[in-house]
């Protein structure tokens, strides 16, 4: 019978055979692909700031909402707020 080895190389002869059409168009694509990644990782270096530093995280202040205000239920319950 046959080992692994002669199973991979028809394996990859059928590939080549069945897939010849579309391999340019998928090393074409993998290109692209490791462009663009090279390209996020290089732009998550620089940061914002161009020298390599991370801007400090921006606070958004909120108001806080008491639940019984809102009808929302009331956490763990399921039930509207001042049912028993």
């Known amino acids: 019978m ?3 080895s ?3 190389i028809i394996l990859i002869v059928v590939i080549l055979v069945l897939g010849a059409k579309r391999l ?3 090393a074409r ?3 692209k692909s490791a462009r663009i990644l090279k390209s996020e990782a290089r732009a998550m270096k620089d940061g914002p700031d161009g020298d390599g530093e991370t801007a400090p995280p921006r606070v958004i202040r ?3 909402v ?3 205000d809102t009808g929302a239920p009331e956490p763990g319950t399921g039930r509207p707020p001042g049912h028993a």
Do not use: C, K, M, V
């Open 2 to 4: 046959f080992g692994l």
């Open 6 to 8: 002669e199973l991979a």
């Open 24 to 26: 340019p168009d998928l």
């Open 29 to 31: 694509s993998a290109g």
């Open 62 to 64: 909120g108001e806080t």
């Open 66 to 68: 008491d639940r019984r």
